[in-house]
């Protein structure tokens, strides 16, 4: 028997257990892979020996909850911070530039940042500053004529030109959402630039992390927990919820044994939610609707070279094949340190999930040799790709009205996870974000 227990060691689950754990709370959390972290993990590389994360994340200032998770469990530190928004573009035309926040008072700060991006004609980057000024006058007439909207269509209503969405709004746009801009919610655009853009001065800051995700996140929970008599439990399965009537008293694991609880959080993706379900509630309200999600891919590229060809740390990509390129050794300070390690990212991947490895090397060496000319003749000697089929949930306009929020129909059992109801998009603030107000409803009740 326990307070409460959590299905699923992702993020949403972790938040969950260390802020039920914080209140004084026992909790145990029980994971059916032997890792934690859900889809924000790393391994050891054998052939290299390098830490190998299953996707590369940049974080804002603007994750106030992913921030206070972290200070919980003390790895804070281990992110590497820029004090204001900064995004290196790479052009095939024109080359590098930047565009970046600057230091003056709101809202001058964008706008100025716009009125420098050097890849825009002037007329783009006046109407730019449109978008700008409805970021900051959010409000819910705003957003209620942005709910039915993608972002392509937002994008056009304030006639942004092709030039200004590819050169700009796309490539945030795919990082933020992970999904098409013809099929991402503008409304989850529009609120997460607004958090960005018009929050604190340090909220626009950007924050890359310094080592692996699972150190980053997991590790450090771990330790909390446990200090705290709480109990993880990885490579357990849980195959389905015991219910009394209409209330949760716990859970059948794989092996058959139950474990009790007096309330039980499901933390698992929502494709995973129906299984745990009695037949009877599997077609009722919020779980019927949860068949009508689709999941958005990503696939990560990790390329060893012999010799190193740039001192970069990040760059965005306009108009290649890959989206965001990182220097993994200059991340993590290893600046002298062979092979480079060089990580890259394609989000929204739908077209390229079924691609062999060898022609997502193909592209990937393609893009990296025009970007930079320097690696043309410098060997790849290792290489590893990781497709995240299901990587997050599909943040269309659609879906955002079926998303539920963390109680449900049984009594005892609450929903975790990036796919319900938190307003934004499958963002790792937003995972946290979920867990951490499931913990509140629990402790409310």
């Not at 934690?36 to 390098?50: E, H, I, P, Q, V």
């Not at 024109?94 to 964008?110: D, M, Q, T, V, Y």
């Not at 997991?218 to 399965?237: F, Q």
Request: glycine residues 6%; charged residues 25%.
């Amino acid at each position: 028997m326990t307070d409460v227990l959590i299905i699923g060691g992702g993020l949403s689950g972790l938040a969950s257990a260390v802020k039920l754990a914080s209140e004084g709370i026992r909790v145990r959390l029980v994971e059916r892979s032997v890792r934690l972290g859900g889809r924000c993990y790393s391994y050891k590389d054998n052939a290299t020996g390098d830490v190998v994360d299953n996707g590369q994340h940049v974080l804002l200032g603007a994750y106030h909850n992913l921030l206070h998770y972290l200070d919980l469990i003390q790895t804070r530190h281990l992110l590497m911070s820029e004090s204001k928004l900064r995004l290196p573009l790479y052009h095939p035309e024109k080359g590098f530039a930047e565009f970046s926040i600057k230091r003056l008072p709101k809202p001058f700060h964008l706008t100025a940042g716009l009125m420098s991006f050097p890849l825009l004609s002037m007329t783009d980057r006046r109407r730019m500053i449109g978008i700008g000024l409805e970021l900051q006058r959010l409000d819910s007439k705003t957003e209620d004529r942005l709910k039915n909207k993608s972002v392509d269509q937002w994008l056009t209503d304030h006639r942004q030109s092709i030039a200004a969405k590819k050169n700009f709004w796309y490539p945030i746009a795919l990082s933020v959402m992970n999904e098409l801009p013809e099929r991402a919610s503008a409304l989850l655009f529009a609120r997460s630039l607004n958090k960005a853009f018009f929050g604190t001065r340090f909220d626009s800051a950007i924050l890359i992390p310094k080592v692996g995700q699972t150190e980053l996140y997991a590790d450090g929970a771990v330790d909390y927990l446990r200090d705290r008599h709480c109990s993880v439990d990885m490579n357990t399965e849980v195959h389905s919820l015991v219910c009394e009537g209409d209330r949760v008293i716990g859970v059948r694991l794989a092996d058959g044994s139950i474990v009790k609880g007096s309330s039980i959080i499901s933390a698992v993706p929502f494709h995973g939610v129906a299984k745990l379900l009695p037949h009877r509630l599997r077609t009722a309200e919020p779980f019927k609707s949860l068949a009508r999600f689709e999941s958005s891919p990503i696939i990560s590229f990790h390329l060893w070279f012999e010799s190193a060809f740039t001192e970069i740390d990040y760059v965005g990509c306009i108009d290649f094949n890959l989206q965001w390129i990182f220097n993994r050794r200059k991340i993590f300070g290893e600046q002298e340190r062979l092979p480079l390690y060089i990580t890259a990212v394609i989000s929204g991947a739908h077209k390229y999930i079924n691609m062999q490895k060898e022609d997502l090397i193909w592209l990937a060496l393609k893009d990296i040799q025009q970007i930079f000319p320097e690696s043309r003749g410098v060997r790849l000697v290792h290489s590893v790709i990781i497709k995240e089929r299901r990587a997050t949930f599909s943040a269309t306009p659609a879906v955002e009205f079926l998303r539920p929020t963390s109680e449900t129909p049984l009594r005892g059992f609450y929903l975790a996870g990036d796919w319900t109801a938190t307003g934004y998009p499958a963002t790792i603030e937003g995972a946290v974000l979920s867990g951490f107000r499931t913990a509140d409803r629990i402790m409310d009740r």
